[in-house]
C-alpha cells in the first residue's frame, strides 16, 4: 500500500502538472485572441483566363495578401463599364490586376453553332480598336479613383485557328492599351510576352484557354507582380505581417518625362521601394516647350536629392505641336535653359537619352493629323547630339537609354508604328533607370536614410 507520504507527493506532482499545463492553454488561448493585422487586399478583374489562374494566385499569396476575382467573367471592356462599380464595392484595396482584351477582340454571330457564337469569317467583332481604346481610358480613370496601385495584365495571345478571334489583333489592342498605361503610370504584367514563347506547350490547341501548366506559369507571374506593387505601396509582407514603415525621410527623386517614363515609373518606384522616395511629374512632360512653361510647377517648394529627366520624342515628332520650332537648333536652346533651372535646385541630375523612334510612320500622326512622318536615323543622331551637347556642357550625368533599347527594338517595341515599348521593354527600362538613381545615391552617400 502507499504510505502517507507517498500519496502526498504523488499528489502534489499531478496538481503541479495539472496547473503548469492550464497555464501554457491559457497563454496559448490568449495569444490565438491577439487582434492579426489586416492583410493587403487585392481585386483581380478579367475574364477566364483570370478564373483560370485565381487559385494559383491566391495560393502564392496566402497569409500575404486577401486576393478577391470579380464576381463571374469581366468580359470585354463594355461590360466593364457597366459592372466595375459593383466589383469594387465599398471596401478600401490595395492592388488591382485587371484586363480587358480577348472578349473585346472577339467575333461573334449569333448564328454560329461555335462555342458562344464565336466566328472570325461571318461574325461582327466585339469591340472595334478605337471604342476599345475610348473604354479603357474610361476604365482606368475609374481604378484611378480608388486609391489602389493598379497593373495591368497584356492580353494572352490568341492561337492559329482560334474559331473567333484573328491571330495578330491582341497584338493591336494590347499596344492601344501600354500606351494608355503608359501615359497614367500604371505597371504592365506582361503576361502575353511570357505565355507566347511557349504557347504550343502550355495553351489548348486552337483555344485561348490555357491548359493547367499554363495557368501555373500565368499565376506564379502575376503573384510576383502583385508582391512587387505591395512592396512599392511599403506593404510587402513577411508571414502576414506588414513591413514597418521607415522612420526616417528617404532621399527624394524626380523622375520628369512623357508616356515613356510613365511607362517605366511604376518599375522604378518598386525597386527603389525603402530606398528612395520616387515622383514622376504631374501628367506628360511632352515636349521643351512645354517644360518650359511647368518645371517650377513641377519642381514644387520641396528639396530634391536626384532628378532623372528627359524630353525629345515629342520635340522630333511635333504630336500637336506641329506648327511650333521643334528643329534641333531650337530643342537644344530650350534644352539648355531647361537644363539651368533644373541646376538651381541643388540636386544630381541624370539626363535620359532619348529612346529609339519607330521605324514605320507614327501611328498617331497618321491617325490624328493624316501625317506621314518617319523619324530618318540621320534627324534622330540630330538630336541625340544636341542634347549631349547640353549634358556635356554641364557635366551632367547620362542614363544612356536609346543605346539599351536599339539593339532590341523589335523584341521590346509595342508596334512598328509606335514609340511605346511593352512591359517586358518598360521593365528593362525601369532597372536600368533604377540603377542610375541608385548609383547617384550612392556617390552622395545617401543609399541609405538619412536624416535631414
Known sequence: MMNRRTLLGAVCFLAAAVMGFTTVSAAEKAADTQPSKPLPRVLLIGDSISGGYQLGVKKLLEGKAEVVKNEGNAQHTGTGLEKLDGWLGDGK???????????????????SKNFGHLDKVGGKITTPLPEYEKNLRSLVARLKKTGATLVWASTTPVPDGEPGRIKGDEVKYNAVAAKIMAENGVAIDDLYATALPQLPKIQNPQNVHFAAGGNTLLAKQVADSILAALAGRGKATTAGKVDAPQSKPLPRVLLIGDSIC??????????LAGKADVVKNEGNAEYTGTGLKKLDEWLGDGKWDVIHFNWGLWDMYGWQYDKEDRTPPMYEKRLETLVARLEKTGAKLIWATTTPACPEPEGTMLKRWKTELTITPDVERQYLDAALRVMKKHNIQIDDLHALMLPELKKYSSAPDNVHFTGAGYSKLGKQVADAILQQLDAMGKDKPKAR
Open 262 to 271: 510613365g511607362g517605366y515609373q511604376r518599375v522604378v518606384k518598386d525597386l
Open 93 to 111: 484595396w490595395d492592388v488591382i490586376h485587371f484586363n480587358w482584351g480577348l472578349w473585346d477582340v472577339a467575333y461573334r454571330n449569333l448564328e
